[in-house]
C-alpha cells in the first residue's frame, strides 16, 4: 500500500527558532492535506496543497508541495508556544483515501 | 470539528468483550472514516463509508466491523476485544472527494 513517511519524529526547538517537518512518498500524490493535533486533542484541517510547487502561507506557517508532487514540507518561522502538538500530512492519490504520516512531534521551549 | 461527536470519550474493558463505539455527525457531509492512533504511527484507516450501507474497508480492518445504517450516524465494533486494540479511535467525517475531513473528539480504549 501506499506509505508516506515524514521527518522528524520528534522536534524541540527553543521558543522563537524555525522549525520544518518533511512528508515524502513513493508516488506522485494528487494532494496534500496537514492537520494539527494539539496534545490531548484532535487533528484539526490546517491546508491543502494540489498544484505542482505550489507554496501556500498561514500566518508564520509556509506549507510546500513539490515539483513532482512526491514530498511536501511545513515551515514555521519564529515558533511560539502555542505552536505546540503533532503535525501530520496526508496525501492522497487519485480518488484513494488519505493516508497520513506517522506526525511529528514538535516541542517549543519557552 | 463539523459537529462530530464521538461516544464514549472513554473506555475500560477485558479481553473477549464485545465494544461498539459510536460516531455522529450533524452537518449532512456525506462520507465517515474510522481510524486508530497509535503512538509513533500516526492514523490508520479502518473502515470508510461513502453513504447509507456502503462500507469499504481501510489498511487494518481484520478484527473490527462498522455499520452505516443512517448517513448521520457510523458505528465501529470490535466483536472479540483484544489488547492490540488498545489505542486512540477518532472518526471523521467528510464532504466529497479531495476534501478536509473533520476529527471528532476520540475514543481512548484500553483492554486489559
Known amino acids: 500500500g501506499q506509505q508516506v513517511m515524514q521527518i522528524p519524529q520528534y522536534q524541540h526547538v527553543q521558543e522563537g527558532e524555525d522549525f520544518t517537518t518533511y512528508c515524502n512518498s513513493s508516488?506522485?500524490?494528487?494532494?496534500i492535506q496537514w492537520y494539527k493535533q494539539r496534545p490531548g486533542g484532535h487533528p484539526v484541517f490546517l491546508i491543502q496543497?494540489?498544484?505542482?510547487?505550489e507554496v501556500k502561507k498561514q500566518k508564520r506557517l509556509t506549507f510546500q508541495f513539490g515539483e513532482a508532487k512526491k514530498n511536501s514540507s511545513l515551515h514555521i518561522t519564529a515558533t511560539q508556544t502555542t505552536d505546540v502538538g503533532t503535525y501530520f500530512c496526508?496525501?492522497?492519490?487519485?480518488?484513494?483515501?488519505?493516508?497520513f504520516g506517522t506526525g511529528t512531534r514538535l516541542t517549543v521551549i519557552p | 470539528d463539523a459537529d462530530v461527536t464521538q461516544t464514549p470519550r472513554n473506555r475500560i474493558t477485558k479481553t473477549g468483550k464485545r465494544i461498539m463505539l459510536e460516531c455522529s455527525q450533524t452537518?449532512?457531509?456525506?462520507?465517515m472514516y474510522w481510524y486508530r492512533q497509535d503512538p509513533g504511527l500516526g492514523l490508520r484507516l479502518i473502515y470508510y463509508?461513502?453513504?447509507?450501507?456502503?462500507?469499504n474497508k481501510g489498511e487494518i480492518s481484520d478484527g473490527y466491523s462498522v455499520s452505516r445504517q443512517a448517513q448521520a450516524k457510523f458505528s465501529l465494533s470490535l466483536e472479540s476485544a483484544i489488547p492490540n486494540q488498545t489505542a486512540l479511535y477518532f472518526c471523521?467525517?467528510?464532504?466529497?472527494?479531495?476534501?478536509?475531513?473533520?476529527f471528532g473528539d476520540g475514543t481512548r480504549l484500553s483492554i486489559l
Open positions: 463509508s461513502f453513504d447509507v450501507k456502503d462500507i
Open positions: 508516488t506522485t500524490l494528487s494532494n
Open positions: 496543497l494540489v498544484k505542482s510547487g
Open positions: 496526508a496525501a492522497q492519490t487519485g480518488a484513494n483515501n488519505l493516508f
Open positions: 471523521a467525517v467528510g464532504q466529497g472527494e479531495n476534501q478536509p475531513q473533520h
Open positions: 452537518k449532512g457531509h456525506d462520507r
